[in-house]
T-cell receptor, first 116, second 110 residues
């Protein structure tokens, strides 16, 4: 167990709806990264939050947004869901400062989202 | 070239043999490299990290990093059926973000 939790574990939505996924970081970790993993693919970096501010973003449209709270828990919000958003969404927490050269991440169990 | 590349497999190895998993990377990644194991339907779990050229051993696992040739590999000695999983190679890019390859499926044959 990594100490990183995510909710819900599974979710079914329809196209056009909005979804919020939640992540609770490992105790003491101040950085959270979100990834999307489609079937048969590696995790794709969505964005990272460090001390409540966005600290880098991957190649995802603005309808993917996030928040990090003072207790370092985090949310991923996706608006106007599309069929291709169906995937496993993973959050990973770590302890790092900005520009840290070495960073080990620990993943939560993931939320499996199905968009119909 | 993608930042981190892996052969998707599947790689089939007899039980007890050495499994060798390889990964190449581009100039866009930095000096930190990671191997994760992911069982079907589960999240990735960290096996090893490696930052310097050479070998790093942990139990049955050995990570090898060759910066001149831009590859990193993972050797699994005495392969067990429980080692059957997808192995993800990851590296930190120049924006200090961890980027993953597609993963290699490993199947240990009993």
């Amino acid at each position: 167990e990594t100490g990183v939790t995510q909710s819900p574990t599974h979710l079914i939505k329809t196209r056009g709806q909005q979804v919020t996924l939640r992540c609770s970081s490992q105790s003491g970790h101040n950085t959270v990264s979100w990834y999307q993993q489609a079937l048969g693919q590696g995790p794709q970096f969505i964005f990272q939050y460090y001390r409540e501010e966005e600290n880098g973003r991957g190649n995802f449209p603005p309808r993917f947004s996030g928040l990090q709270f003072p207790n370092y828990s985090s949310e991923l919000n996706v608006n106007a869901l599309e069929l291709d958003d169906s995937a496993l969404y993973l959050c990973a927490s770590s302890l790092a400062g900005r520009g840290a050269a070495q960073e080990t991440q620990y993943f939560g169990p993931g939320t499996r989202l199905l968009v119909l | 070239q993608k930042e981190v590349e892996q052969n998707s497999g599947p790689l089939s190895v007899p039980e007890g043999a050495i499994a060798s998993l390889n990964c190449t990377y581009s100039d866009r990644v930095s000096q930190s490299f990671f191997w994760y194991r992911q069982y079907s339907g589960k999240s990735p779990e960290l096996i090893m990290s490696i930052y310097s050229n050479g070998d790093k051993e942990d139990g049955r696992f050995t990570a090898q990093l060759n910066k001149a040739s831009q590859y990193v590999s993972l050797l699994i000695r005495d392969s067990q059926p429980s080692d059957s999983a997808t192995y993800l190679c990851a590296a930190m890019n120049r924006d200090d973000k961890i980027i993953f390859g597609k993963g290699t499926r490993l199947h240990i044959l009993p």
